[in-house]
């Protein structure tokens, strides 16, 4: 059972821009860190960017930094990841997921601690 409906991946000529949303289907995310992984053919899932439940607290991958930004609106039950100034490298499955903490983690060993799961939006970088 999907958890949370991704959706704005798509095709971005690099420099352009992307606004990801990750809607939670069947729960609340008033308790929930939120965080975006993604992962391109042949590499590891990597993490993007997390934020806190009262979103007090973001953090972000070295590779993105100055150029996402994450967000959420609880009243509306989602998480947004705004991409700017996109790369080729930037192009893989972009995943959300949440846990029930107070940490916000992008750690490789963490994200089996992730309990929901999107089904994955693909972002796609090419002139």
């Known amino acids: 059972q999907l958890q949370f409906v991704e959706s704005g991946g798509g095709l971005v000529q690099p420099g352009g821009s992307l606004r990801l949303s990750c809607r939670a289907s069947?729960?609340?995310?008033?308790?929930?860190?939120v965080a975006w992984f993604r992962q391109a053919p042949g590499k590891e899932r990597e993490g993007v960017s997390c934020?806190?439940?009262?979103?007090?607290?973001?953090n972000y991958a070295d590779s993105v930094k100055g150029r996402f930004t994450i967000a959420r609106d609880n009243a509306r039950n989602t998480v947004y990841l705004q991409m700017n100034s996109l790369k080729p490298e930037d192009a893989a499955i972009y995943y959300c997921?949440?846990?029930?903490?107070?940490?916000?983690?992008?750690?490789?060993?963490?994200?089996?601690?992730?309990?929901?799961w999107g089904q994955g939006t693909q972002v796609t970088v090419s002139s």
């Open positions: 997921a949440a846990v029930r903490r107070f940490w916000c983690s992008l750690k490789t060993s963490d994200i089996g601690l992730y309990e929901y």
């Open positions: 069947r729960f609340t995310l008033d308790y929930e860190t």
């Open positions: 934020i806190t439940s009262n979103g007090g607290s973001t």
